[in-house]
């Protein structure tokens, strides 16, 4: 390291002491923790909030719109709300297939519901 990045990275520090100049050195490190800590858990919210409104905004659309809706979004994130779906998509998809699945999994709920109720309306049918 050379003097003038060392002089740049005293000047950045000078700038913290300075506003925290009537405290002690512990309680200017606390400080700087708990501000971390916040930061770091906002951002983990954000992203679940995030994908909860994508969801619920599919829920609204049929699947050709879902999927042009999709594409804007990353693998990685793809692979977070059908996490958040309840569906077991694989990494090792395309995106393409991602989207494909996703899409369709919300384009579908009411036969899917009609789906798993048909059992229990047959029971019921025989009883009668």
Do not use: W
């Amino acid at each position: 390291m050379n003097v003038n990045t060392l002089t740049h990275m005293l000047e950045k520090t000078l700038v913290l002491l300075k506003h925290y100049e009537h405290c002690t050195v512990e309680e200017m490190l606390d400080d700087l923790s708990a501000k971390l800590q916040n930061q770091t858990r906002k951002k983990q919210t954000t992203n679940v909030t995030d994908y909860a409104n994508v969801i619920k905004q599919m829920k609204n659309m049929n699947k050709e719109e879902a999927t042009t809706f999709l594409m804007s979004f990353k693998k990685e994130q793809l692979l977070q709300i059908g996490l958040q779906m309840n569906m077991k998509l694989q990494k090792r998809d395309t995106k393409q297939i991602l989207i494909e699945s996703i899409a369709s999994h919300c384009s579908f709920p009411e036969l899917y519901a009609q789906m798993a109720n048909r059992k229990s309306k047959k029971q019921m049918s025989e009883q009668i």
